[in-house]
């Protein structure tokens, strides 16, 4: 499958690395690609600098946001909640029919960290992606854990625990739960329409509670019915 991944961060790194391994077509998208390429210094939270990365995985594709989406089959939005909409809306028409996995949370880190919810209760990021590029299947998921976690759940407890998705388009649902399930997740749970992206984003201040009394962000969480 051709997988954009949007944003050259841990998250960003972390899953395209992996997809790369599971033989996908990756594309990472970026606002510069000759500027991305050239970084040598860590990311901010202390991933390997993007030019060490590529070295790594030589069949990752660096391209623009736009050149990265047009021959995609399917888009993962891992670019940070401040910047989702402004990178995205330009991106409509290209988007236009595509699965959208979106993983953003809308953190504002003005005041330290935990951060306060930008958007909550009543709305979600995955609505205002979806209200946004109203012709592209949103999905939401992955938003909950930490990066290594999504693209590996087998790192803990054997993969036995949860993750969460929500949207509108059932086989767009589909195809992102056949990508989970590609990562190693086995419980998959499909909470509903794109409203119901507000629980999974509304449960990071309790992530970053969890984090502080853990001392590692390498925890999940699981649904026992």
Known sequence: MNIAVL???????????????????VAMGTRDPSASAERTEPGRMGDPPLSTFLAGHPTIRLATFADAVAEA????????????????GPLADALEGKVLVDLSNGLDFTHGFP??????NDDSM??????????????????????????????LAGADHTVFLSGNDADAKATVTALLQGFGWTDVLDL??????????????????????????????KVVR
């Open 7 to 25: 944003g050259t961060g841990v998250v960003g790194k972390t899953l395209a690395g992996r997809l790369a391994s599971l033989g996908h077509a």
């Open 126 to 155: 995955g609505e205002r992606v979806q209200r946004a590029l109203p012709r592209v299947r949103v999905v939401k998921t992955l938003n909950t854990l930490n990066a290594s976690l999504m693209a590996d759940p087998a790192a």
């Open 73 to 88: 089959d399917v888009v993962i939005n891992a670019l940070s909640g401040a910047i989702t909409l402004v990178v995205l």
């Open 192 to 221: 509903g329409d794109i409203t119901t992206a507000r629980g999974a984003e509304m449960y990071f201040p309790l992530w970053a509670r969890l984090f502080g009394a853990l001392g590692t962000p390498n925890f999940s969480i």
């Open 115 to 120: 951060p306060r919810l930008t958007v909550c």
